[in-house]
């Protein structure tokens, strides 16, 4: 069986080689772990192999295992839908949020912030490829949404969080990550704190890397399969 030691190393040489190959430069393109229904031990044994970065989908889970990692000081990304009445907690604990795609939710978190907190910096979560079934902020909608973000005080903005549709066809793969990509641009050239564009995951890390992801999002090819709640 490989330890979380041997795949971390397999998964950041994967990465390596994909930003290689796509003419970007080394280190441009980060891990995040995503430890959701993962115990807090098995999170501990990747910060011993040099992961410092962890996406939780399920609040109560993540406020037990970041208290019990607070040693570590680690940098936790909240990646999951959110509901109005979980945004205190998000806003106080965590230090990305990924997923926000309502300015209702926007506001909330800025003003439950603690003051004497960085700013929680925040991704938008896109319907790249306008999926009725789908969270996510709608492409022609994102620049408006991005400018209401950059409005509120205890929020930073640092780019776009993608999850395009699930797909066989390397080449529909490839046109959501370009419009991911595209968009991502666009938003750099208005705001200056944009450097992050959260796309790729296990399945598609390389083609995500090729066209543009700063960030990929992997838990399966880290941890292994889960055989609890997805």
Same mark, same amino acid.
């Given at each position: 069986?490989?330890?979380?030691?041997?795949?971390?190393?397999?998964?950041?040489?994967?990465?390596?080689?994909?930003?290689?190959?796509?003419?970007?430069?080394?280190?441009?393109?980060?891990?995040?772990?995503?430890?959701?229904?993962?115990?807090?031990?098995?999170?501990?044994?990747?910060?011993?192999?040099?992961?410092?970065?962890?996406?939780?989908?399920?609040?109560?889970?993540?406020?037990?295992?970041?208290?019990?990692?607070?040693?570590?000081?680690?940098?936790?990304?909240?990646?999951?839908?959110?509901?109005?009445? &979980? !945004?205190? @907690?998000?806003?106080?604990?965590?230090?990305?949020? *990924?997923?926000?795609?309502? =300015?209702?939710?926007?506001?909330? %978190?800025?003003?439950?912030?603690?003051?004497?907190?960085?700013?929680?910096?925040?991704?938008?979560?896109?319907?790249?490829?306008?999926?009725?079934?789908?969270?996510?902020?709608?492409?022609?909608?994102?620049?408006?949404?991005?400018?209401?973000?950059?409005?509120?005080?205890?929020?930073?903005?640092?780019?776009?969080?993608?999850?395009?549709? &699930? !797909?066989? @066809?390397?080449?529909?793969?490839?046109?959501?990550? *370009?419009?991911?990509?595209? =968009?991502?641009?666009?938003?750099? %050239?208005?705001?200056?704190?944009?450097?992050?564009?959260?796309?790729?995951?296990?399945?598609?890390?390389?083609?995500?890397?090729?066209?543009?992801?700063?960030?990929?999002?992997?838990?399966?090819?880290?941890?292994?399969?889960?055989?609890?709640?997805?």
């Amino acid at each position: 069986m490989l330890t979380i030691k041997k795949r971390h190393l397999d998964i950041t040489n994967s990465i390596e080689l994909s930003t290689k190959s796509a003419n970007r430069p080394a280190g441009s393109v980060q891990l995040l772990a995503v430890s959701k229904t993962w115990p807090a031990a098995l999170l501990r044994e990747a910060t011993q192999a040099g992961q410092h970065c962890f996406g939780e989908n399920y609040l109560q889970e993540a406020l037990i295992k970041i208290e019990e990692l607070a040693d570590l000081n680690l940098e936790w990304h909240f990646i999951g839908p959110i509901q109005s009445n &979980k !945004t205190k @907690d998000i806003a106080t604990s965590f230090d990305w949020v *990924q997923s926000l795609d309502r =300015l209702k939710i926007a506001q909330r %978190l800025s003003n439950q912030r603690p003051s004497d907190s960085p700013s929680l910096n925040i991704c938008i979560q896109v319907n790249i490829d306008d999926e009725h079934s789908k969270s996510g902020v709608a492409i022609i909608d994102v620049l408006a949404f991005a400018e209401q973000i950059d409005k509120l005080e205890y929020l930073s903005l640092r780019g776009l969080m993608v999850l395009p549709s &699930k !797909t066989d @066809d390397a080449g529909l793969q490839r046109i959501a990550f *370009q419009k991911s990509h595209q =968009l991502f641009e666009q938003l750099k %050239l208005i705001y200056p704190s944009v450097d992050t564009l959260s796309m790729g995951m296990s399945d598609d890390m390389e083609s995500a890397i090729a066209e543009g992801s700063t960030m990929v999002r992997i838990g399966t090819a880290l941890f292994g399969k889960r055989t609890t709640r997805s």
